[in-house]
């Protein structure tokens, strides 16, 4: 599956912006998708993760409560919802998704097989 993120910007610290990722290829639905994060000289870090429906998702502790993850099959799109957003919250974000199936807490980098391109999102104080 090829995956494309948009939306990205800037925003004021306690803005709010969402982030999508139109996926093409392959059936997304099939998928679970996730959402990683690289911000200036450190390692990409994951954010998120949902299976196929919005019944289970996972967020890493320091989005937790500020973002939320879903998804749209019929249109082959996934969101990032980010809102509360702090300047420690600027970041390439990158939407990835695996066909593994695993508890969502268990996913790392390695799991996903597909990758865009990454969109920025830059939060001023």
């Known amino acids: 599956v090829e995956l494309v993120e948009s939306g990205g910007g800037l925003v004021q610290a306690g803005g709010s912006l969402r982030v999508s990722c139109a996926a093409s290829g392959r059936t997304f639905s099939s998928y679970v998708m996730g959402w990683f994060r690289q911000a200036p000289g450190k390692e990409r870090e994951f954010v998120a993760a949902m299976y196929w429906s919005a019944y289970s998702t996972y967020y890493a502790d320091a989005v937790k409560g500020r973002f939320t993850i879903s998804r749209d099959n019929a249109k082959n799109t996934g969101y990032l919802q980010m809102n509360s957003l702090k300047p420690e919250d600027t970041a390439v974000y990158y939407c990835?998704?695996?066909?593994?199936?695993?508890?969502?807490?268990?996913?790392?980098?390695?799991?996903?097989?597909?990758w865009g391109q990454g969109t920025q999102v830059t939060v001023s104080p």
């Open positions: 990835a998704a695996s066909l593994r199936i695993k508890l969502l807490r268990d996913y790392r980098e390695s799991d996903f097989g597909s």
